[in-house]
């Protein structure tokens, strides 16, 4: 009996990456990875899977309705797949005292959050995430300002804009404005959600988490306020100074962006914006996102400072703080605006090697070994057939260059190079192959 056939796909906000994504992909990770290394952050895995007590009530109450649930039959403990990086890190440095503080490490790696699809939003996605441990000083947050700018420069971001804030600050302004202690949760995600629903949305938000009119008022003032870092933070000031936790905030933000600028980091890319929240319970201190402009896609990093996580899993807390990469977001908007360089291809394979036929497959693997040893990408095809079909299949796969050797080339001691954009060809000694290509290469990029 035949078994059932089954229509092939995947759950919904999930996919498949295949060579032709992967290879940008690849392209960007390595980006990342390579601007991490140079900050000093080192690499670091944690399982897919978490215990669910691990990562539950860390995020806020609208994040953990996110968290899938994981298991087996018969299994006898309570597991999730993890929802972010940083929860799992905050384990990591509880199980592991003896780790050097401050601890930098970096990991990219899947998360899994049951979310709405919609365009750059996916139910399983990748995050590069960097994070410092064991140092409260605001050089730590500005080192993460710095990644995002250096990252986004050398990937070709033109334009974006990181938006900068501190938990202390909102925290202030509530008190200010006289919002209650307890509903400061509500203030957060009211205010978390201004770029979405709009000054007007937030004003209803506010009134159905019933704080009274006046104090929405002075609330929406302070939100509006906008300006260069300095400007904004002086009119903080003036306003808030009474507020021992604004003080707080705001001379942290003025750390930090001294710092940004003794790095160098341009001021047109970044600004203090009173009204960036990020949703996030865990935050204790300086926040930061990044978008842009076009396409309208929401965050492609974000980040901040959280202090307090650590303590869930350790009776010593330690400060932490770090940023991370939306690659899936990133990547979206890379493809839209064609900013991927032009060696950056379909497929990873340099040059293809022919087979002429059977007698000759033995001269094939020759070369394409010598390829191979030089460091060439090589990918010899895997039986004779017509040069045409060979051809076509380079084609198809985007290989730029193709060796075809038959047996007066072999006699000759000789090789015909074709380059598969231009179709040009050049009949080469077998001895000067390697160089041959690397020059045709080195004309491309």
């Not at 032709?20 to 895995?45: D, H, K, N, S, T």
């Not at 770029?195 to 007007?200: H, N, Q, R, S, Y």
Request: hydrophobic share 40%; net charge negative; aromatic share 8%.
């Amino acid at each position: 009996m035949a078994a059932p056939f089954i229509k092939p796909r995947v759950p919904r906000g999930m996919r498949d990456i295949l060579p032709e994504q992967m290879i940008p992909r690849q392209y960007v990770i390595g980006v990342i990875r390579e601007v991490f290394e140079e900050f000093g952050f080192e690499p670091l895995q944690t399982p897919a899977l978490e215990l669910s007590e691990v990562l539950t009530g860390k995020y806020g109450p609208d994040a953990e309705k996110l968290i899938y649930q994981a298991g087996h039959v018969g299994g006898k403990e309570d597991i999730s797949l993890r929802y972010d990086l940083s929860v799992p890190l905050c384990r990591v440095i509880a199980m592991y005292p003896q780790l050097p503080k401050p601890f930098k490490r970096y990991q990219i790696d899947p998360v899994w959050r049951a979310e709405r699809p919609q365009k750059g939003r996916y139910r399983q996605f990748f995050q590069c995430d960097a994070d410092t441990v064991g140092s409260e000083s605001m050089l730590a947050d500005a080192e993460n300002v710095n990644l995002v700018y250096q990252v986004l420069t050398r990937l070709g971001f033109k334009q974006f804009e990181v938006n900068i804030n501190d938990r202390k600050l909102i925290t202030g302004i509530g008190q200010f404005a006289g919002v209650p202690t307890e509903q400061l949760g509500g203030l957060y995600r009211s205010i978390d959600k201004l770029d979405k629903i709009g000054l007007a949305g937030v004003r209803s938000e506010l009134t159905e988490n019933q704080i009274p009119e006046p104090v929405i008022e002075k609330l929406l003032v302070l939100l509006e306020i906008e300006g260069d870092a300095e400007t904004v933070l002086n009119a903080l000031s003036e306003q808030l100074d009474e507020f021992e936790v604004a003080r707080e905030g705001i001379s942290e933000l003025e750390e930090l962006i001294g710092y940004l600028t003794i790095f160098g980091v341009p001021e047109e890319f970044y600004k203090v914006n009173v009204a960036m929240v990020r949703g996030l319970e865990y935050y204790t201190g300086p926040i930061y996102e990044t978008v842009v402009e076009e396409p309208k896609i929401g965050s492609i990093t974000g980040g901040g400072r959280y202090d307090e996580l650590i303590g869930s899993f350790s009776r010593q807390g330690h400060p932490a703080t770090g940023t991370s990469f939306g690659i899936e977001r990133i990547i979206d908007v890379m493809e839209e605006f064609d900013m991927f360089p032009s060696t950056v291809g379909k497929t990873v394979t340099e040059v293809l090697v022919t087979v002429f036929d059977a007698d000759l497959a033995s001269e094939s693997l020759k070369v394409a070994t010598l390829l191979r040893q030089s460091g060439i990408r090589t990918e010899v095809y895997s039986r004779p057939t017509r040069i045409g079909t060979q051809m076509k299949y380079a084609d198809t796969k985007g290989i730029p260059y193709a060796v075809i050797l038959g047996s007066e080339e072999v006699e000759a001691g000789t090789v015909v190079v074709r380059n598969l954009a231009n179709r040009e060809q050049h009949i080469v000694p077998r001895a000067e192959l390697v160089e041959k290509i690397k020059e045709l290469s080195a004309s491309v990029t």
